[in-house]
């Protein structure tokens, strides 16, 4: 078994703030992802990564910046907070071929 | 593209009593379908799978669900529920082989004790 630890648990900004969320994984997968949930909205995809050092945009990367230093860590960064933002941001993982992704518990965002 | 719909946004039932939550899909290609669940406060959990064969697949916790090609459909369903079935479900729908997933916008399943 492995775990997806994501911190901080809950992020307060301020507007224009450069926020950092990041994601830890070892359960040795290849592809990681950052998803946005908003209320009534299901999840969109930021960035995704399907080894060290790759970056792909999803349907909402702008306003984000993703790093994927090492195998098993996926930074985002929230580039300028915009007022009044609150989302649930969830990491997850998968293994290289299978379609099966493994969610870490997400950080919340709230920007005052 | 592909896309995901989840026709129900919320779902009420009573413990014990069966339940079936939709979902339909819009692609035309081989395509991969999944169920996951959110409890409160929690990340997402894979709960079962249909890439080809059965049609019936088998999940955690007596669930299963249904891949139909005519309807474009997917629903999910449990015979006998329990208080702690109650969560957000997430349908989701993949063709890529860089594990992409689009998810539907999710049903709230209520179940009252």
């Known amino acids: 078994g492995g775990i997806i630890t994501q911190t901080p648990k809950f992020l307060i900004g301020q507007e224009g703030q450069k926020l950092t969320l990041k994601c830890q994984q070892n359960?040795?997968?290849?592809?990681m992802y950052w998803y946005r949930q908003d209320s009534g909205k299901g999840l969109r995809l930021i960035y995704y990564?399907?080894?060290?050092?790759?970056?792909q945009k999803g349907d909402l990367s702008e306003g984000y910046d993703a790093s994927r230093e090492k195998k098993s860590s996926f930074s985002l960064t929230v580039t300028s907070a915009q007022k009044n933002e609150m989302a649930v941001f969830l990491c997850a993982s998968s293994p290289r071929g299978q379609d099966t992704q493994y969610f870490g518990p997400g950080t919340r965002l709230l920007v005052l | 593209t592909q896309t995901v719909s989840q026709s129900d946004a919320h779902v009420t039932v009573f413990e014990g009593d069966s339940v079936e939550l939709r979902c339909n899909y819009s692609y035309g290609g081989s395509i991969y379908l999944s169920w996951y669940i959110q409890h409160h406060g929690r990340g997402l959990q894979f709960l079962l799978k249909?890439?080809?064969?059965?049609?019936v697949v088998q999940g955690v916790n007596g669930f299963e669900a249904e891949f139909s090609k005519s309807d474009s459909s997917f629903h999910l369903r449990k015979a006998s529920v329990h208080w702690s079935d109650s969560a957000v479900y997430f349908c989701a729908v993949s063709d890529s082989g860089y594990n992409k997933l689009t998810f539907g916008k999710g049903t709230v399943l209520l179940v009252s004790p």
């Open positions: 359960f040795n997968h290849d592809t």
């Open positions: 990564s399907i080894t060290e050092n790759d970056l």
């Open positions: 249909y890439y080809s064969g059965n049609p």
